[in-house]
């Protein structure tokens, strides 16, 4: 209602709505007046192509974060997705594009059965889907009877692996458009834009959106719930294997280590995205921001002698630090 | 009864939740082995009283006195230590489900600050014994309490609160989920209880058990205290106190001629619920029906049929003649037939969206092109009902939140007057509303009526004589009763709300 408000209050809605892309600025500043490389595209773009495999994955998982869920097996389903392309590949020398489809339908899978072990079953979502990272992670390494797969690789037949990674299947990880632009980059920029068109734009973002907010209201305008739900987590299974299709690319081979740490930095990217812009809830925008805040950050402090080891640890600061910035500012409100 | 000095008195209770005054003034007096009950439509300001005499509160007007002295409690156990006990509506809220009998009848000892780390199991199940016999359990004190039944696990609730000896026992709608004979089972206690010299404050919508227990009865409404009644009561006064006296002042001009014959909605023989009567029903062309009956009549479900979240048991609908039998909601929405539910902060409002956004949420496809809204439509949209209805907002990009309550609601019943309908429900729509929003949705709703339906549910006779054409009452699942505006007889109607056959005519004496 009041249109004047204190300059104490003007001041402290700038700093939640821009304080998050103003300290990315001036790192951003700062890391590259301090060492020029790290302006150079080559770098910048280095930097992109660091975050791409858990920014794609953050973006999946933002559509369960929107329901007031969350996916914690898109780790593991990526790490399956690169081993699954591995062996369908190199070991069963099947072309490339059925090998995308199955992957990408796998994931979709995996996605439906957390989906309904939710929705149906009524397992909380955190139960539910950290069960199912134990699965797949366990269900990766059946295959190749838990070993890593490249050409040439012996198998626990005692078969030597003869097939090979499609050409036109490298190119997505490891390839260049235009020379300049990594592949990898550009289709996390086209799942980025799609992710945001999808819930920030259509009708159809705005029910996940109520549904987040207040599930029976939603319902009680005839929004069929459950059916976003499900969605939801087909989308994030879906995408996760995507991101691990990407991952597949870059490294080549079917690592059985290969999921590592991207759950907690897909997770941990799109949590900072509720910094972003102040906004306080999961946004498409925020989320890739977020991802890209932290690859620069590791990116330059890596430039600036920061041992590897301490990286989590600067992971896990940034992100306490974005959320305790956010929430406690507008807790008054 | 006791002609003692009460025990603990609150005097001028008020409280405000940001525009809305949920109490005012309310004053009342509990005395030493007396059942008090409280009574007043949803949203009248009882729980916000329980609330503020059991610590749950802290910033209220008024005073409480224990024996003759303030008392401000900081927090639910600084009252329960004082000697206020409340056992809330919901019992699974009550008792730990995981635990054992035992341990559940000392849980507050066990929380006790200052307690040791570990407890003595032989101590405490001693004390647990005397409070069962106290109350007369006779459970196995290692049953855990998941595999008792709702009345026993009722009884270990109020064992508990009990454990502490309190002067005051708060008791609210003890029995909403206990069948007649486990309610028998509590209401012995309670006598017993009495006769130790416990004050009760009794909380209920069942009038008949009202008329049996209670000493005295204190009416709320609209947060005031209406009226308190003595031995013997009259069933008409509480309920004339609880939904409204006088018929005001006509308010709105009401459309005047319909043709009869144009019957817009029918119901034939439509059975709700199993057991309960059928319901005939015509509303027609341009007319505002006014449901209202007290809690539990059948209200709501029979509005929950017609939007398709319940199939009836048997029975027909017809809108312009047509059958109408919704599978879901969507399928009602589609049918153009809207309800607005009650309890809005829970059931309808989202809290994260713009005054726009929760506007025009059932209505996405109406301004959407492949699925990408066209935001400019919607907020053009929402400016003109907010200037019609007369919200008072910061614009159409407002969060919803920044509106007070009334102005909340009329966003929500904007929601579905967006769109054109062919019947349109309200469901409580004047609960925690300022009379100026009330009037304002009043009037909006008359005005563009058109040839169209409404149903307004409310259980305040008030609320429903201000804009219906007719009223209807309901009572125990059946229609039982129904007037038009100008030939409106309120004692006529109190009485079609009220009677109830059974345990209440002894109680009218």
């Known amino acids: ?239 996760a294997a995507l991101g691990g299709i990407v991952l597949a690319a870059r490294i080549g081979r079917g690592d059985v280590q290969s999921g590592g740490t991207l759950l907690l930095d897909a997770i941990g990217s799109a949590l900072i995205g509720f910094a972003v812009l102040g906004v306080r809830r999961p946004n498409p925008f925020g989320t890739i921001v977020g991802a890209i805040f932290i690859g620069m950050l590791l990116n330059g402090l890596t430039m600036m002698n920061m041992p590897y080891f301490v990286q989590d640890f600067v992971k896990g600061a940034v992100l306490v630090a974005a959320l305790a910035f956010t929430f406690g500012l507008s807790k008054s409100k | 009864m006791s002609d003692t000095a009460p025990l603990i008195e609150v005097q001028d209770i008020g409280k405000s939740f940001g525009a809305t005054r949920a109490l005012d003034g309310v004053s009342v007096d509990f005395r030493a082995g007396e059942i008090l009950a409280m009574v007043g439509a949803n949203g009248a300001g009882k729980s916000t009283l329980i609330k503020i005499i059991c610590g749950y509160h802290t910033d209220y007007e008024g005073r409480i006195l224990f024996g003759g002295d303030e008392k401000r409690f900081a927090t639910p156990e600084d009252a329960y230590e004082q000697g206020i006990a409340t056992v809330h509506q919901i019992i699974n ?250 309890d809005r902060s829970n059931n309808a409002v989202v809290p994260i969206f713009t005054v726009r956004q929760n506007m025009t949420l059932p209505f996405l496809g109406v301004f959407d092109w492949f699925g990408v809204m066209k935001v400019r439509n919607e907020q053009a949209r929402a400016r003109t009902m907010i200037e019609s209805m007369g919200i008072k907002c910061d614009g159409e990009e407002a969060t919803i939140h920044s509106l007070s309550g009334g102005n909340q609601q009329k966003v929500i019943v904007a929601r579905w007057l967006l769109e054109q309908f062919d019947l349109v429900m309200l469901d409580e729509p004047f609960q925690g509303v300022d009379i100026r929003s009330r009037h304002d949705i009043g009037r909006y709703l008359r005005e563009n009526i058109g040839d169209r339906a409404a149903i307004i549910i409310a259980t305040d006779l008030d609320e429903v004589i201000e804009v219906a054409d007719r009223i209807v009452v309901m009572n125990g699942g059946a229609i039982v009763g129904e007037q038009l505006y100008e030939e409106v007889d309120r004692d006529q109607l109190l009485h079609w709300v009220s009677q109830q056959k059974g345990p209440l005519e002894e109680t009218t004496v």
């Open chain 1, 1 to 239: 209602m009041s249109a004047e408000l204190s300059t104490a209050e003007k001041f402290k809605r700038f700093a939640i709505r821009y304080g998050f892309l103003i300290v990315m600025a001036g790192l951003f500043l700062f890391f590259g007046s301090v060492y020029r490389v790290f302006w150079l595209p080559a770098n910048l773009f280095s930097i992109l192509l660091g975050v791409t495999v858990y920014g794609i994955l953050a973006l999946g998982v933002t559509f369960p974060l929107v329901i007031d869920g969350l996916d914690l097996s898109i780790g593991s389903v990526a790490a399956l997705s690169v081993m699954i392309s591995a062996y369908m590949m190199v070991v069963m020398e099947i072309s490339g594009v059925i090998t995308i489809i199955t992957v990408l339908v796998m994931g979709a899978c995996i996605g439906l059965i957390n989906g309904l072990l939710i929705v149906k079953v009524k397992i909380p979502d955190l139960l539910a889907t950290l069960g199912m990272m134990f699965l797949v992670q366990g269900l990766q390494l059946i295959p190749s009877g838990g070993r890593s797969v490249g050409r040439g690789a012996v198998l626990a037949g005692g078969v030597t692996a003869r097939g090979e990674f499609a050409e036109y299947f490298l190119f997505l990880g490891q390839g260049k458009l235009f020379g300049l632009v990594p592949m990898a980059v550009a289709i996390m920029v086209v799942v980025a834009i799609m992710v945001f068109v999808v819930l920030s734009l259509t009708r159809w973002g705005r029910v996940f959106y109520a549904i987040g907010s207040n599930a029976e209201a939603a319902r009680l305008v005839g929004a069929k719930v459950d059916t976003y739900r499900l969605m939801a987590y087909v989308a994030s299974g879906t995408i």
């Open chain 2, 93 to 342: 809220q009550g008792v730990v489900q995981s635990m054992s009998v035992c341990e559940n009848l000392m849980l507050a000892q066990l929380l006790q600050p200052g307690g040791r780390a570990f407890y003595d199991r032989e101590a405490l199940r001693k004390r647990a014994k005397e409070v069962a016999a106290l109350m007369d359990l006779d459970f196995n004190l290692d049953t855990i309490v998941e595999e008792l039944s709702q009345s026993d696990r009722q009884m270990i609730a109020i064992a508990r609160a009990l454990s502490g000896n309190p002067k005051l026992l708060i008791l609210d709608e003890p029995t909403s989920s206990l069948s007649d004979k486990e309610a028998d089972r509590l209401f012995e206690m309670l006598e017993r209880l009495k006769s130790l010299g416990v004050s009760i404050l009794y909380v209920s919508h069942r009038l008949h058990e009202i008329g049996r227990i209670a000493d005295r009865v204190v009416v709320i409404r609209d947060g005031k205290k209406a009226k308190t009644l003595e031995r013997p009561f009259e069933v008409k006064e509480m309920v004339t106190a609880m939904v409204g006296e006088i018929p005001k002042h006509q308010h709105i001009v009401r459309s005047s001629s319909k043709d009869a014959s144009d019957v817009k909605l029918e119901l034939r023989n439509l059975v709700v619920d199993p057991g309960k009567p059928p319901i005939n029903m015509r509303i027609h062309r341009g007319e505002i029906v006014g449901l209202t009956g007290l809690i539990g009549a059948g209200k709501s479900e029979l509005a929950q049929v017609l939007f398709g979240m319940r199939s009836p048991v048997s029975g027909d609908v017809l809108v312009d003649n047509e059958p109408y039998q919704p599978a879901s909601i969507a399928d009602a929405v589609h049918n153009r037939v809207y309800y607005v539910p009650e």
